[in-house]
């Protein structure tokens, strides 16, 4: 297998002054990309900056011979967003990779949770990766090519206790994900989303020590970094990774049945048929709603 290599690309990662997106920096800049390491410098939950990350991690790439230029602006803001976009065209004169990275967290119940905790971590999150996806976007179609790797989380696919703004949030991504892969793919723009799991500082306080120490962000970097490659011939996938684990997740709809509307079916015909309502025997995934459509309408009946 040749090396993948990223030599005249330029990309973009969000959030890359620590955890994982100085992983993809590290690893993309050590296979000749022009990086634009963006970092806020904020504490996990969103307080504070601080330009000392960013500039580490473009002094790390730059110590490796590599090029790279920080950037200091919040991607939860349309603006600054642009400005991101901008430094990567001011100074490469492009932008083909950007992975949208970027994140925080304000763990609550949902009786607990504050309307600002929630707004503030889906506007990271969620705003985020469109503002700086529709930000990028006409200079990949101008260009027609791209790479998009946005960040989802286990917490949004299967859920879990105390994360519903967070949850919310990286769910949004994947549908959005799923409809920037529809307008980008003609324009050769290839959007994919990474489920991460990685020890660094967002999950040092609930993981033990050992643990945080076998699942280092660099395992994670090569799948990201294979989506982000000219290589890579998938678009709208989510793809699992951590402490060497690979894997692909999947909505997937089962055959369903269908009932006769003429017929009126009630609740309790539906309470009838649940176990086949619900099974996913024979299921399949669908790349667009008009081919999810176009199942429910062959099985109609026309006059
Ligand atoms: P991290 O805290 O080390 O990295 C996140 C980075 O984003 C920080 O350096 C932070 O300063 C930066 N950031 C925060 N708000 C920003 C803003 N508005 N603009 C620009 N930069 C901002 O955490 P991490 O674990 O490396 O997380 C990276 C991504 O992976 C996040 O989106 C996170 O939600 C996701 N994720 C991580 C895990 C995991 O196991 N670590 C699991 C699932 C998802």
């Known amino acids: 297998m040749a090396e993948i290599r990223f030599d005249d690309r330029v990309a973009v990662i969000t959030g890359a002054g620590g955890g994982l997106g100085r992983a993809y920096a590290l690893l993309l800049g050590s296979r000749g990309a022009k990086v634009v390491v ?4 904020g504490s996990v939950d969103g307080v504070g900056g601080d330009n000392t990350p960013a500039q580490s991690v473009v002094d790390e790439i730059k110590a490796a011979g590599g090029e790279a230029v920080p950037n200091y602006d919040s991607v939860s803001d349309w603006e600054s967003a642009q400005k991101i976009v901008q430094t990567a065209v001011d100074s490469f004169g492009k932008i083909d990779i950007l992975i949208n990275n970027a994140g925080i967290l304000r763990d609550k119940s949902l009786q607990k949770m504050s309307i ?7 506007s990271v999150h969620l705003d985020g990766t469109f503002f700086c996806t529709k930000a990028a976007f006409p200079h990949m179609r101008e260009a027609s090519y791209g790479r998009i790797v946005s960040t989802a989380s286990g917490t949004g696919v299967y859920g879990n206790f105390g994360q519903t703004n967070y949850g919310a949030a990286k769910m949004g991504i994947v549908g959005l994900t799923n409809c920037v892969k529809q307008e980008g793919f003609k324009y050769n723009i290839l959007a994919n989303v990474i489920v991460p799991q ?4 967002m999950t040092a306080t609930v993981l033990p020590p050992n643990v945080v120490e076998k699942l280092k962000p660099e395992y994670v970097a090569p799948i990201v970094g294979w989506m982000a490659s000219e290589g890579c011939d998938v678009t709208g996938m989510l793809f699992m990774a951590g402490a060497g684990y690979f894997s692909r997740s999947a909505i997937v709809e089962g055959p369903g049945i269908f009932l006769d509307p003429e017929t009126s079916p009630s609740m309790e015909d539906v309470a009838a048929q649940i176990e086949t309502i619900k099974s996913l025997e024979g299921g399949r995934e669908y790349g667009s709603v008009t081919e ?5 309408f062959s099985k109609m009946k026309f006059d």
């Open 116 to 122: 600002e905790d929630y707004e503030l971590v889906r």
């Open 198 to 201: 990685a020890g660094t500082r």
């Open 292 to 296: 999810q459509s176009a199942y429910v």
């Open 38 to 41: 963006n970092d806020l410098g």
